[in-house]
């Protein structure tokens, strides 16, 4: 897998999650994971950071909705 496409399968990430969560959420997924904006989209590594943590903060509302409907 050449790096372009790996960009490309990240950034099309990124844009799904967007959509699905909204571009607040998003831009405080790349403020906890602590990256700039243009790297979140740019960079690999601070792609897979943003990513990595936009699953972490996932789990942890899903884990929070659950013990409030308890």
Known sequence: MNTETTV??????????QRK???DYLLD???E????VS????DT???DTVI???KRMLAEKEE??????S
Do not use: C, P
């Not at 929070?64 to 409907?69: G, L, Y």
């Open 8 to 17: 490309k399968s990240r950034t099309e990430w990124l844009a799904k999650f």
């Open 21 to 23: 969560y909204g571009t």
């Open 29 to 31: 997924v790349i403020r």
């Open 33 to 36: 994971a602590r990256v700039g």
């Open 39 to 42: 790297n979140a989209f740019m």
């Open 45 to 47: 590594s601070a792609m």
């Open 52 to 54: 990595r943590t936009a």
């Open 64 to 69: 929070k909705d659950d013990t409030s409907r």
